[in-house]
Every structure is written in C-alpha cells, then in structure tokens.
T-cell receptor, first 110, second 114 residues
Framework: GIQVEQSPPDLILQEGANSTLRCNFS?????LQWFHQNPWGQLINLFY???GTKQNGRLSATTVATERYSLLYISSSQTTDSGVYFC????????????FGKGTHLIIQP | KAGVTQTPRYLIKTRGQQVTLSCSPI?????VSWYQQTPGQGLQFLFE???????NKGNFPGRFSGRQFSNSRSEMNVSTLELGDSALYLC?????????????FGQGTRLTVV
C-alpha cells in the first residue's frame, strides 16, 4: 500500500516562530488532508488540498501532487498550536480509506 | 450544522466481551468510515460504508464488523475483545465516497479492554 512519511517527527519552538511540516507520499493520491489532533483526541480539519496552495489565517498548505509531497506552514506560532499534526491521503484507485502518516508532534513554548 | 457524533465517548470492557460503537454523520453525508488509533500502530483504516454498503475494508480480523443504516448512521462491532483492541476509535463522515470529498471526524470513542 501507499506509504506516507511526515517530518520532522518532533518539533519544539518558541512562541512567535514559524515552522514547516512536510508530508511525502509514495504513490498518486486522490485527495490529501491535514489535521490537528487536539488533546482530547479529535482530529480537527486544517486543509483539504489534493493539489495547489491554500491559506487560512496563520496557516497555509501546498501540495505538489506530481512530486508527491505536501507542506504545512505555520506562522507566528502560538501555544495553542501545540499538538500532533497529521497528513492523510486517499490513494489513487479508491481503496483502503485514508492512509495517515505518523504525525509531527509540535510543542510551542511561551 | 451538527458535527459527527460518536457514542459512547468512553467505554471499559472485559476481555472476551463484545462492544458496539455508534456514529452519526453530518446531516446529508452518505459516507462513514471508521479508524483505530493506537500508540503503536497509529491511525489505521477499518472500513468505509456508503449508501448502506461496505466499500472498503482495512486489514483487520473478522471480529471487527460494521453496518450502515438508511439514515447513514453507522455502528461498528468488535466481538471477543482482546487487550490489544484498547484504542481510540474514530469515525469520519463525508458527503460522497471517501476518495472524492473531505472527511470530518468525530470526537472518538476511547475503548479500554481489561
């Protein structure tokens, strides 16, 4: 099946810093989503981005499907940005549901 | 518009018992998928239902089953519980088939098997 790799696995930053999270996938995909998992376990939708670039406030994302990667940018980090960020892809062919990466654990220190 | 609702939120079961989890999707959504999250294996796909039919199934034993009702609500069942079934079970709702649209997740059911 498709492989999804996220980097870095852990990231510790000071409040106000910028960060870039990366997601590489091994095959063509039908869709790609970025999520933030809150401390209670719920996955919060950040972006649905099979290709192109989107922005939402301090967050933006870019997916280059032909090169099989996606980037999530967080600017001017706040402590509330802490948590685990997941990239998930739906493989081309429509099988197997969303395949998740292992996540990036982000800690923003005051 | 209400989000995806999962019940119960927490559950403690004994090894060998069976359990049923429920998921109510966003109104108008026809696809429901289930995922298991454990510290060791991460988030793994269990199965997807669309219009009351199971479309896809992940690599899980037959003890894991599910169904979808005509109102799109879904249940998953785990029989003969094992300690390793302790996990956070997440349900996702999509307007259309999973590969075509954005998935929205519920708050999850945290199952502990003792």
């Amino acid at each position: 099946g498709i492989q999804v790799e996220q980097s870095p696995p852990d990231l510790i930053l000071q409040e106000g810093a910028n960060s870039t999270l990366r997601c590489n996938f091994s095959d063509s995909v039908n869709n790609l989503q970025w999520f933030h998992q809150n401390p209670w376990g719920q996955l919060i939708n950040l972006f649905y981005i099979p290709s192109g670039t989107k922005q939402n406030g301090r967050l933006s994302a870019t997916t280059v499907a032909t090169e099989r990667y996606s980037l999530l940018y967080i600017s001017s980090s706040q402590t509330t940005d802490s948590g685990v960020y997941f990239c998930a892809v739906y493989p081309g062919g429509g099988a197997d549901g969303l395949t998740f990466g292992k996540g990036t654990h982000l800690i923003i220190q005051p | 518009k209400a989000g995806v609702t999962q019940t119960p939120r927490y559950l403690i079961k004994t090894r060998g018992q069976q359990v049923t989890l429920s998921c109510s999707p966003i109104s108008g959504h026809r696809s429901v998928s289930w995922y298991q999250q454990t510290p060791g294996q991460g988030l793994q796909f269990l199965f997807e239902y669309f219009s009351e039919t199971q479309r896809n199934k992940g690599n899980f034993p037959g003890r894991f089953s599910g169904r979808q009702f005509s109102n799109s609500r879904s249940e998953m069942n785990v029989s003969t519980l094992e300690l390793g079934d302790s996990a956070l079970y997440l349900c996702a709702s999509s307007l259309d088939r999973g590969e075509n649209t954005e998935a929205f997740f519920g708050q999850g059911t945290r199952l502990t098997v003792v």
